[in-house]
């Protein structure tokens, strides 16, 4: 005897089809884990299979150029090289941004994520062919880069691809890669605000938390920080007669729900 049953959404589509066509095995997310667990497994779950018809984000990651921040030296000096890295990964957001048409890129230091979703005026890049336009934004990225870098470091990118069952996981995902942003980047400042007892191995970080750090950071004032503490979030504005992308440095996790509306949802 023969059994039907409707499929309520393509991802139940894709599901059934790996599951019980191909004998594979499906990965699900679990509800209630930790928010840096669920995006590892959404990561994981998008090696398996894609479907192209949920929000996806394109991460582009470079080894060579978070080495090259890293480095530890004086907190002003520090301060001056990471705003010029900003700098010129916003350039370099802006332009993947008018090349590809997205609805977000976000950026710190050695990463970039693009965002896409809720973009009806774009037809679906390649035909939905994931590869060829990671392939695509990794070689664009490599060649705009270098052109503002002029050469000073050898890096290569390597891309990523994560697609979300749910739109408000795509917010969620940006938040995790927000607070990594802020705790690296504010424990790397507070080496170079105590450079010389790092140095010599007196600076020990069993004893000091993120807040303590966040604290003595603070006191100084520094200026333009946000950009390091937060990243960047490039989106595209619509004024008359024509469009801008706006670039703004605040927490994600604050707001939850006006953020999503604003970053995620709008177009």
């Given at each position: 005897?023969?059994?039907?049953?409707?499929?309520?959404?393509?991802?139940?589509?894709?599901?059934?089809?790996?599951?019980?066509?191909?004998?594979?095995?499906?990965?699900?997310?679990?509800?209630?884990?930790?928010?840096?667990?669920?995006?590892?497994?959404?990561?994981?779950?998008?090696?398996?299979?894609?479907?192209?018809?949920?929000?996806?984000i394109v991460s582009?990651?470079?080894?060579?150029?978070?080495?090259?921040?890293?480095?530890?030296?004086?907190?002003?000096?520090?301060?001056?090289?990471?705003?010029?890295?900003?700098?010129?990964?916003?350039?370099?957001?802006?332009?993947?941004?008018?090349?590809?048409?997205?609805?977000?890129?976000?950026?710190?230091?050695?990463?970039?994520?693009?965002?896409?979703?809720?973009?009806?005026?774009?037809?679906?890049?390649?035909?939905g062919n994931i590869?060829?336009?990671?392939?695509?934004?990794?070689?664009?990225?490599?060649?705009?880069?270098?052109?503002?870098?002029?050469?000073?470091?050898?890096?290569?990118?390597?891309?990523?691809?994560?697609?979300?069952?749910?739109?408000?996981?795509?917010?969620?995902?940006?938040?995790?890669?927000?607070?990594?942003?802020?705790?690296?980047?504010?424990?790397?400042?507070?080496?170079?605000?105590?450079?010389?007892?790092?140095?010599?191995?007196?600076?020990?970080?069993?004893?000091v938390n993120l807040?303590?750090?966040?604290?003595?950071?603070?006191?100084?004032?520094?200026?333009?920080?946000?950009?390091?503490?937060?990243?960047?979030?490039?989106?595209?504005?619509?004024?008359?007669?024509?469009?801008?992308?706006?670039?703004?440095?605040?927490?994600?996790?604050?707001?939850?729900?006006?953020?999503?509306?604003?970053?995620?949802?709008?177009?």
């Open positions: 005897m023969n059994t039907f049953f409707s499929v309520n959404n393509i991802n139940m589509l894709f599901e059934f089809f790996n599951k019980v066509v191909f004998g594979q095995k499906t990965s699900c997310v679990p509800e209630r884990v930790g928010l840096v667990d669920r995006m590892k497994a959404l990561r994981q779950r998008c090696e398996d299979y894609t479907s192209h018809y949920t929000p996806y582009l990651h470079s080894k060579q150029i978070l080495e090259a921040i890293n480095c530890v030296d004086e907190l002003e000096s520090k301060l001056h090289s990471m705003n010029v890295y900003s700098c010129i990964f916003e350039k370099l957001a802006k332009a993947i941004y008018n090349r590809y048409n997205p609805s977000v890129v976000y950026f710190f230091n050695n990463e970039v994520h693009v965002v896409f979703y809720n973009c009806d005026d774009n037809p679906e890049l390649y035909d590869h060829l336009l990671m392939s695509s934004i990794t070689s664009f990225a490599t060649r705009e880069l270098d052109r503002y870098l002029s050469s000073q470091i050898d890096f290569t990118f390597v891309a990523k691809y994560t697609e979300f069952p749910k739109e408000y996981e795509v917010l969620n995902f940006l938040i995790w890669r927000q607070f990594d942003c802020r705790r690296n980047n504010t424990t790397l400042l507070y080496k170079c605000l105590h450079k010389d007892e790092f140095l010599q191995g007196r600076l020990t970080f069993d004893k807040q303590t750090m966040s604290s003595e950071l603070d006191a100084l004032t520094l200026k333009n920080i946000e950009r390091i503490l937060y990243g960047v979030i490039c989106k595209r504005i619509h004024f008359a007669p024509r469009n801008h992308i706006s670039s703004f440095c605040e927490p994600l996790w604050q707001n939850f729900s006006d953020n999503y509306r604003r970053f995620i949802a709008s177009t």
